[in-house]
């Protein structure tokens, strides 16, 4: 429910009559990057680069790349304003924020409330838009905010009880958009717009209804309608599909240099779409001014021998991933046998001290990686050493111990051991095989377990398969990445932690029992999972930082040390192409979707050209 003073009635009726068009430029009240505390030095307008895509879909990666939001990260993970002029915040219960003034989206019309009364009544609101209702973000146990639009520059929403993933979600490298530019959208919505008109457009684009319609000229994460106005460093000028996808920028962008020019430096970025199969050959050829995505460290060698020829140098970024390949036991699989062993922490234990990391780091990633489990890394507040060395030390004789202990303890004259039901302990590892040294480490993995006799046959399969088959319980153990928030502060949400979803491979069938508030799956039954349940729920109602710090703690403790899955080895090393040219690229940084949003936490609206 919305309460709306008089101020925004006008507001609204104002809205409805064309804007008469701006001058470009920042807000009156822009974000002022300093340069010299970033150690960046003040750039030169004026440029283009050519980075390179392996579909058309990675269109929304400079939504991501270019980092823009209401709220961002600063380089210490705190939350600061960032489209945002301000924002006050009430016991995570009430949020007011405020815009600056003088913004304008890229087309020049002011970036008002009624940008953000748009989205919340007509579109989150609007059941025939949002079938399922408003986003889970913005619900706190069940229930949505009080919204007050206090002018056209100051909202406030209001919970009865705490929402602690409000302003996470609108930092996320998928932010949470609550709001829209009304001003476009409404010739889509059949509440504003010419009932004539919206037909003929829905004839004209052979969609089914006006919210189709509305969807696909409306999309801010994937920008593929070039007449949509931006808020982000650069707007897409490209009408797809296309093999070559043009972004200028925008002439409104709300950040200035210290010196007081306006960001984005750059002119230009060119989104060529190839092959993903020949991304590093033209990378290595100079044909990208910045490239990292679909290039791989077995590349690092080719790509350094091509630098000098190529005009442009190697970066190695560690990556912000929990682990760089995590072996997931299903706890859950349809298999009694595997279930009962899975639920059993002594086997994941075992399988974990019978993995020698060492050799891995060695062979694979050069000594680069740090040897440990699947856990939060060192620039993470939140990482301490217990965590990320629990159960991950190479030692077969405990591993051994621990296998006769669980009922592991008979053997075949091959010294394979035999489960408790009589079959030999053989583990098919599913995985969607998207990495090619995913393979390579389950080769040697398949060597270390065969030292504490167990056998392991790797299955490939396609990511959605694999998907479904975990859901449904057909796997015994699969693999993936670690935790996605290998950096996560204690304001961020740590669901990944606990049982909350059916795709989470180790308890898809309690996740689901989440998922579903008790209509599907099966409630936890072990008693860790259970308290990790609980933990969540507590950090759900945490009121402040000092208690979603110790519940992360106790969850991290708890998870670890259980060893609900296995990690390898973190902080791979990430390739990170940059022309000679290009400056203010850092030379260290880390690759991560969330939260350094991969380039975006590091501002490429300051990256310019040196001719």
């Known amino acids: 429910m919305t309460r709306l003073s008089l101020f925004c009635t006008c507001l609204l009726t104002a809205a409805a009559v064309a804007l008469t ?14 340069l010299p505390e970033l150690e960046k030095s003040v750039g030169k307008k004026g440029g283009s680069i050519d980075i390179l895509m392996g579909k058309s879909k990675d269109i929304r990666m400079m939504t991501v790349y270019s980092g823009a939001r ?17 924002i006050n915040i009430d016991s995570n219960k009430s949020f007011t924020l405020h815009l600056r003034k003088g913004h304008k989206w890229s087309d020049g019309t002011p970036f008002t409330t009624e940008d953000f009364r748009y989205w919340w009544e007509d579109v989150a609101n609007n059941e025939t838009l949002e079938k399922s209702g408003v986003p889970q973000q913005m619900l706190s146990n069940g229930k949505p905010p009080v919204v007050d639009i206090i002018d056209s520059h100051t909202i406030r929403y209001t919970w ?30 059949e509440k504003y717009a010419d009932p004539a008109k919206l037909t003929a457009l829905i004839e004209s684009e052979k969609v089914q209804n006006w919210a189709s319609l509305h969807k696909r000229f409306g999309r801010q994460y994937r920008p593929e309608n070039p007449k949509l106005p931006t808020l982000q460093a650069w707007m897409n000028t490209t009408k797809l599909p296309s093999e070559r996808i043009v972004f200028k920028a925008n002439p409104n962008f709300h950040r200035i240099d210290n010196e007081g020019t306006q960001l984005p430096y750059l002119d230009q970025v060119i989104m060529n779409i190839v092959s993903s199969e020949i991304i590093p050959a033209k990378t290595g050829t100079g044909e990208s001014a910045l490239q990292a995505r679909y290039v791989r460290f077995d590349n690092y060698a080719f790509l350094k021998q091509g630098a000098e020829a190529g005009g442009y140098k190697v970066l190695l970024w560690p990556s ?58 060192p620039s993470s507040p939140l990482y301490k050493d217990e965590f990320a060395d629990a159960w991950a030390m190479h030692n077969v004789d405990k591993a051994n111990a621990l296998l006769d202990e669980a009922g592991f303890d008979k053997r075949t004259s091959d010294g394979t051991r035999l489960m408790p039901d009589g079959r030999e302990f053989e583990i098919i590892i599913e995985t969607a095989g998207e990495q090619s040294q995913e393979t390579d480490i389950l080769q040697l993995i398949t060597d270390h377990w065969k030292s504490i006799g167990v056998k392991l046959f790797v299955k490939p399969s396609q990511r959605d398969i694999l998907r479904r088959r975990v859901s449904s319980g057909e796997t015994v153990m699969s693999t993936w990445e670690g935790l996605n928030r290998g950096l996560a502060t204690p304001d961020m949400n740590p669901e990944e932690l606990a049982p909350v979803s059916s795709v989470q491979a180790q308890w898809p069938v309690w996740g689901l029992h989440f ?50 899955t296995i990690g390898v080895v973190s902080g791979g090393l990430q390739p ?3 022309s000679n040219k290009l400056r203010n690229v850092p030379e260290e940084g880390i690759w991560a979707f969330e939260p350094t949003l991969y380039f975006g936490h590091y501002l490429p609206d300051t990256f310019w050209l040196e001719e």
């Open 160 to 189: 009865e009880e705490v929402n602690p993933l409000f302003l996470t979600a609108l930092a996320g490298a998928r932010p949470l958009y609550i709001y829209m530019p009304a001003h476009y959208m409404k010739q889509y919505h």
């Open 70 to 86: 209401l709220v961002a990260y600063d380089q210490t993970f705190q939350l600061q304003p960032d489209l945002l002029k301000s």
């Open 576 to 578: 990170i192409v940059v």
């Open 515 to 564: 998922e579903s508030k008790g209509s599907g799956g099966e409630a936890p039954t072990d008693e860790k999972v259970k308290r990790l349940s609980e933990l969540y729920s507590k950090w759900r109602a945490a009121g402040d930082r000092d208690q979603q710090t110790l519940i992360w703690e106790e969850m991290l403790s708890i998870f670890t040390d259980e060893v609900y």
């Open 21 to 34: 068009p701006v001058l470009a430029g920042p807000p009156d009240e822009p974000r002022i990057i300093n």
């Open 320 to 377: 912000g991933k929990g682990s760089e390949m995590t072996l997931i036991p299903n706890m859950n699989s349809a298999d009694e046998g595997f279930r009962n062993a899975f639920q059993d922490k002594r086997v994941r234990r075992a399988l974990s001290l019978g993995i020698n990391r060492t050799e891995i780091n060695e062979t694979i990633f050069f000594g680069l990686a740090r040897e440990g489990g699947n856990s939060v890394l």
